[in-house]
């Protein structure tokens, strides 16, 4: 008699063609479909092979009704993917206003990082997204914290050559 293992079953065919389908519906903000999944016990926080959840993919891809249901099925805003970033950092890069208030009023740390070290606030400022750089800084955004290279939002927004931000963070009021 062999031993037992503990090794899972592969996936069949249709459950990740499923799958598929799931993350496709957050990328392209099928909110309705969505929440129907999550009344039948889909996982709020299931994330794909790159550690993005279906709140990061709707947040990055600028779906704010998506965005909305799955914070409201218990989708983590502080959830980072694989490369460190976090939902509200996606909406950051996209310059996506309503998300990032969606996220932030649903609990999303201004200044998470997740295992990667750049804010939100140091992303819109790489960008130039001055809008953003002022509703983070609103919510409490650090304009003083430092990345892993020592890099603070105004420094990195200055090597990109952002052209409103480093002044706009160089003004910001200091907490």
Known sequence: MAPETNTPPGLDDETLAFAARVFQYARMGHAEELAELFAQGLPANLRNDKGDSLLMLAAYNGQEDATRVILE???DPGL???RGQT???????????????????????????????RTALMTAAMFD???MVDLLLAHG?????????????????RAMGAQATP?????????
Request: glycine share 14%; net charge negative.
């Open 141 to 157: 955004a650090d304009p003083d914290r430092r990345d892993a290279s020592g890099q603070s939002a105004a420094d990195l927004a």
């Open 87 to 117: 939902p509200l950092a996606g909406a950051a890069f996209k310059n996506e206003l309503g998300i990032a208030r969606l996220l932030l009023r649903h609990g999303a740390a201004v200044d998470g990082v997740g295992d990667g070290s």
């Open 80 to 82: 980072a993917n694989d």
């Open 167 to 175: 002044a706009q963070l160089d003004r910001a009021e200091r907490r």
């Open 73 to 75: 099925a218990g989708g």
């Open 129 to 131: 997204r001055t809008e």
